[in-house]
């Protein structure tokens, strides 16, 4: 078991988590209000993953969401404090081998409007269909 490869994003409102696993199965993502739980079964040979994440805030885990597709499982955190920009996902300022910033979808978002939840509830409604072509871009 090892900690599936990650990448995160900052937004006014949410924290955007990407799990890379291809052909996960069995995924399990578990919100706590300064946790984070992740597992799965991913690859052709069913490696089992496992991440454990202490939040660098709190995130109201009743309205965090979670989108698997065939490349990666994609998480919306909703932040507990929207407008409070996160410097680093964890609690901890350790550096895991794991874990990277997804430099992609980084904007400075201070200065303008959030559209991102809209993106995501438009591709969460669709959850049970997971081709990579429908998913729309979060910028």
């Not at 690859?43 to 202490?54: M, R, T, Y």
């Not at 992609?104 to 049970?128: I, T, Y």
């Amino acid at each position: 078991m090892q900690p599936a490869s990650a990448k995160w994003y900052d937004r006014r409102d949410y924290v955007f988590i990407e799990f890379c696993v291809e052909d996960s199965k069995d995924v399990n993502v578990n919100f706590e209000k300064s946790k984070l739980t992740f597992s799965c079964l991913g690859g052709s040979d069913n490696f089992k993953h496992l991440n454990e994440i202490d939040l660098f805030h709190c995130i109201d885990p009743n309205d965090s969401k979670h989108k698997r597709t065939d490349r990666s499982i994609l998480c919306c955190l909703r932040k507990g404090e929207s407008g409070q920009s996160w410097p680093r996902l964890t609690k901890e300022r350790a550096k895991l081998n794991w874990l990277s910033v997804d430099f992609n979808n980084w904007k400075d978002w201070e200065d303008d409007s959030d559209e991102d939840m809209s993106n995501f509830d438009r591709f969460s409604e669709d959850s049970q269909d997971s081709d990579d072509e429908k998913m729309p871009d979060l910028e």
